[in-house]
C-alpha cells in the first residue's frame, strides 16, 4: 500500500511540474507573440509629417544655436521659445541650405527634390509653363505611393506656379502668395504695424490643427506643411510680443523690435502646434521639421547691411548664393531621432523628398533625376557621413543680375568642407574653406587651384547635364516662356 501511495504521489507531482512548464512555456511564446506582433504593429504605422516653413528666416533668426561652436548660429536678440524645446527633442543642423537664396525656387526645389538649375526655375515671377506639375514626383505623390492612406494638407504661402491639388494637396489655401500674408513692395513694408493675428500665423495653425484632428480620428497619416508668410515683410505682431521686447537690449546686427515681436508671435505659433500634436497623442510617431525658405533679407532698416547684415556672421542674405542667402535653421524632431543632438554633414531643400520617402518605409527609392539625397540614416543616428546623391555637390544658380545684392550672375557649388562660386559674367571664381571660413573672407583659388578647378568642372558639368538656364546680358527670366527666352547650358 505504502509503495502504491509513493507511486501515485510521483506521479502526480510529474504531472504537476509537466503542467506548469507546459504554462510557462505557453505565457513565454504568448508574450514573445504579443511583443513581436507589438513591433510588426509599430513598424507597420506610417509616421505623420509635419513642415514648418519659415519665410525669410536667416541662420541665425532664432535663439537656438544651430552650431555648438558658433555663437552667432544664434540671434542675440529674437526668442524662440517653442523651437528651442523642439531642438531638445531632436537635432539640429549647423550646415542646412535651402534649396535657393530667394522663396519660388526653394519651395520648387523643397517638393520636387530637384535643384532650380534643373527645373529652370531660378526666380521670382517667371513664367513656370515649362514645369511638369502634373508629371513631377511631389512629396504627397511620392507619400501617397508609399502608402495610399497618407492624406497631405498645405496651409499658408503656396508661391509656385499652379495649384497645390495638382502636386497631390488635398487640402489647401490654394495659390497663395506674399500679398495674401499682407504685403506691400514699398517702403511702408518696414513700419511696424499691430495685428491680432499678424502675418496670418494664428489662423493658419488653427486650420493645420483642423486637419491633424480629422486625419488622427480617421486613422489616416499625412504630411502638413505650414508656409509662414511670417517673417517675410510687412512687419506685424501681436501688441504684447512687442511690449515685452519693446525694453530688451539690442543685438549687435538685429536690432528691429518689431522684426522680434513677429518672430516671436511665429514661435507662438510654432508652440500651439506641438501642444496640439502631445494632446492627440500622435507625438511619438510624427516628424517634426521646421526649416526657412531661404537667408534673412539683407537691408533691414535699422541694421547693418550687407557684409554685416542681420546673417552676420554669415555674408550677405537673401538673393546671394554667399552663405547669408543660402544657409537656414533646420530642426528636426521624430521617432528615433537623438534628443539635443547636431549634424554637420551639409544637407539642402532638395534632400527632403528622398528623406521622407525613407522614413516612411521606403527604402529603395526609385526617384529619378533629383538632385537630393535621403539623411535619415542621419536622424536615425546611423550614420553621419556624407550623403547619396546622383551627384555629389549641393548647387546653386543665380543666372541673373540683381539690384539689390551681389548685382552679378552666379552660381555656386558645395562639396565637403568647400564652396566654389563663379561668376558668369567674367567667369572669375571664389574658393572658400566654410569649416574654417563660413564667413567667406578668404579667398583660396591661389593657395589650392587643384581644389577650385575639380569644383568648377563639377559646376561646369552640372550645369551643362540639367541645361539649366544661362546667362546673357539683358535676361531678365521674368514673365517671358522659358522655350522663347532660349537660352540654356
Known amino acids: 500500500m505504502r509503495l502504491k501511495k509513493a507511486i501515485e504521489e510521483k506521479s502526480v507531482n510529474l504531472m504537476l511540474k509537466t503542467i506548469f512548464s507546459i504554462s510557462i512555456l505557453l505565457l513565454l511564446f504568448s508574450c514573445n507573440t504579443s511583443v513581436a506582433s507589438e513591433e510588426k504593429s509599430i513598424q507597420q504605422t506610417p509616421p505623420n509629417f509635419i513642415l514648418i516653413l519659415a519665410d525669410d528666416q536667416g541662420w541665425n533668426g532664432t535663439s537656438v544655436q544651430m552650431m555648438h561652436n558658433e555663437p552667432g548660429s544664434k540671434s542675440d536678440y529674437f526668442e524662440t521659445p517653442n523651437l528651442e524645446l523642439l531642438a531638445e527633442r531632436g537635432i539640429r543642423f549647423s550646415d542646412a541650405y535651402?534649396?535657393?537664396?530667394?522663396?519660388?525656387?526653394?519651395?520648387?526645389?523643397?517638393?520636387?527634390?530637384k535643384t532650380p538649375a534643373r527645373l529652370s526655375l531660378i526666380r521670382v515671377g517667371m513664367n513656370t509653363d515649362h514645369i511638369d506639375h502634373e508629371g513631377f514626383t511631389s512629396i504627397p505623390r511620392a507619400l501617397k505611393n508609399v502608402n495610399s492612406q497618407y492624406r497631405a494638407a498645405h496651409f499658408g504661402k503656396w508661391g509656385m506656379g499652379s495649384e497645390p491639388s495638382v502636386l497631390g494637396y488635398d487640402v489647401s489655401?490654394?495659390?497663395?502668395?506674399?500679398?495674401?500674408?499682407?504685403?506691400i513692395n514699398d517702403k511702408t513694408q518696414w513700419i511696424h504695424a499691430y495685428k491680432e493675428d499678424p502675418k496670418?500665423?494664428?489662423?493658419?495653425?488653427?486650420?493645420?490643427?483642423?486637419?491633424?484632428?480629422?486625419?488622427?480620428?480617421?486613422?489616416?497619416?499625412?504630411?502638413?506643411?505650414?508656409?509662414?508668410?511670417?517673417?517675410?515683410?510687412?512687419?506685424?505682431?501681436?501688441?504684447?510680443?512687442?511690449?515685452?521686447?519693446?525694453?530688451?537690449?539690442?543685438?549687435?546686427?538685429?536690432?528691429?523690435?518689431g522684426f522680434a515681436a513677429m518672430t516671436l508671435d511665429l514661435d507662438e505659433g510654432l508652440g500651439i502646434l506641438l501642444e496640439k500634436v502631445k494632446e492627440l497623442g500622435i507625438e511619438d510617431n510624427t516628424y517634426i521639421i521646421y526649416m526657412s525658405d531661404n537667408g534673412s533679407v539683407p537691408n533691414i532698416p535699422g541694421g547693418k547691411k550687407y557684409e554685416k547684415s542681420y546673417n552676420y556672421p554669415l555674408s550677405r542674405g537673401k538673393w546671394d548664393a554667399l552663405e547669408g542667402g543660402v544657409r537656414v535653421p533646420l530642426v528636426i524632431a521624430g521617432p528615433g531621432i537623438?534628443?539635443?543632438?547636431?549634424?554637420?554633414?551639409?544637407?539642402?531643400?532638395?534632400?527632403?523628398?528622398?528623406?521622407?520617402?525613407?522614413?516612411a518605409g521606403n527604402k529603395e527609392s526609385?526617384?529619378?533625376?533629383?538632385?537630393?539625397?535621403?539623411?535619415?540614416?542621419?536622424?536615425?543616428?546611423?550614420?553621419?557621413?556624407?550623403?547619396?546623391?546622383?551627384?555629389?555637390g549641393i548647387f546653386f544658380h543665380v543666372p541673373y543680375k540683381n539690384g539689390i545684392a551681389l548685382k552679378r550672375p552666379h552660381s555656386a557649388v558645395r562639396k565637403g568642407d568647400y564652396k566654389l562660386v563663379k561668376f558668369q559674367d567674367d567667369k572669375s571664381i571664389l574658393l572658400f574653406n566654410l569649416v574654417e571660413d563660413k564667413m567667406e573672407q578668404t579667398n583660396l583659388l591661389a593657395d589650392l587651384p587643384d581644389?577650385?578647378?575639380?569644383?568648377?568642372?563639377?559646376?561646369?558639368?552640372?550645369?551643362?547635364?540639367?541645361?539649366?538656364?544661362?546667362?546673357?546680358?539683358g535676361i531678365t527670366w521674368k514673365k517671358t516662356p522659358l522655350k522663347k527666352i532660349n537660352s540654356n547650358y
Not at 237 to 243: G, R
Open 451 to 473: 581644389k577650385a578647378k575639380e569644383l568648377e568642372k563639377i559646376l561646369d558639368n552640372y550645369l551643362v547635364d540639367v541645361h539649366a538656364p544661362k546667362w546673357q546680358e
Open 98 to 113: 535651402a534649396g535657393a537664396p530667394v522663396c519660388a525656387p526653394s519651395r520648387y526645389s523643397l517638393q520636387f527634390g
Open 338 to 359: 537623438k534628443q539635443g543632438s547636431e549634424s554637420a554633414t551639409p544637407v539642402s531643400g532638395t534632400d527632403l523628398l528622398p528623406t521622407l520617402i525613407e522614413l
Open 200 to 257: 496670418n500665423i494664428f489662423s493658419l495653425t488653427d486650420r493645420a490643427i483642423e486637419f491633424m484632428k480629422s486625419s488622427t480620428e480617421e486613422e489616416k497619416p499625412f504630411y502638413l506643411q505650414i508656409s509662414h508668410y511670417a517673417v517675410h515683410a510687412d512687419i506685424e505682431s501681436k501688441e504684447s510680443s512687442y511690449a515685452k521686447l519693446k525694453n530688451k537690449p539690442k543685438g549687435a546686427q538685429q536690432k528691429h523690435t
Open 366 to 392: 526609385k526617384l529619378t533625376e533629383i538632385d537630393g539625397g535621403s539623411y535619415a540614416s542621419i536622424l536615425l543616428n546611423k550614420n553621419d557621413a556624407d550623403i547619396s546623391r546622383a551627384v555629389d
Open 173 to 183: 489655401d490654394g495659390p497663395t502668395k506674399n500679398k495674401d500674408g499682407h504685403f
